[in-house]
């Protein structure tokens, strides 16, 4: 059973829009270990707090931050990848595998469909990483899953190759759709529901 409630081990602030809803404010708030991605550090300090790491190529750190925590700053000044990536990269290798994103979204709409996007890479290499936004919660899966919910909870599939799709405890029958709007707005039904296919795919589970 998969839910949305989760406690990670470490959370990531990205650069998109700052968080503003209360629950990845609180992930904030109670994580045990905060990296920024480059620029997201400035607002983070900012509102009086200090990451743990501050990771990317410093390009849109501001020159203070630059100079006051320069021992925290972790330069990654490889182009193949974004900031999100280099900080779960970073994440995996120090042994972290429950890995929440904020303020991944809002901003460039083109980073923010790259920053979810990557979510089923992190999976496909044994991460547990989920985006929380103002919203609601994406959560990567592949194959046959079911997850925790309510009654009337809006619920999105977004498809990335899975065959077989069909739903259990959803208002809409689900099929192998291509296009990801076909996955949007659907709806739970009872406290928990099932995805059956084999490959891979989203869930956003609103609040």
């Not at 901003?107 to 990557?118: A, F, Q």
Request: net charge negative.
């Amino acid at each position: 059973m998969i839910s949305e409630h989760y406690t990670p081990e470490a959370v990531i602030l990205a650069n998109g829009e700052y968080p503003t809803h209360v629950l990845p404010l609180k992930m904030l708030e109670e994580a045990k270990f905060v990296i920024c991605c480059d620029g997201a550090a400035n607002e983070y300090i900012s509102r009086g707090h200090t990451p743990d790491v501050i990771i990317g190529d410093g390009d849109s750190l501001s020159p203070e931050n630059k100079t006051r925590f320069s021992d925290i700053i972790h330069h990654v000044t490889d182009q193949e990848t974004n900031d999100q990536t280099k900080a779960v990269r970073f994440l995996q290798e120090k042994g972290y595998r429950k890995i929440a994103i904020v303020g991944a979204t809002g901003k460039r709409e083109d980073h923010t469909l790259g920053n979810i996007s990557l979510l089923l890479d992190y999976m496909k290499n044994g991460m547990k990483v989920r985006t929380i936004t103002d919203y609601g919660v994406f959560i990567p899966a592949s194959d046959t899953q079911t997850f925790a919910s309510h009654p009337g909870q809006q619920i999105s599939i977004i498809n990335f190759g899975a065959k077989g799709l069909k739903g259990e405890g959803l208002i809409y029958s689900l099929s192998d759709f291509t296009n990801w709007w076909q996955g949007t707005l659907n709806e739970a039904i009872t406290d928990e529901f099932t995805i059956h296919c084999t490959g891979e795919y989203l869930i956003f589970l609103a609040y």
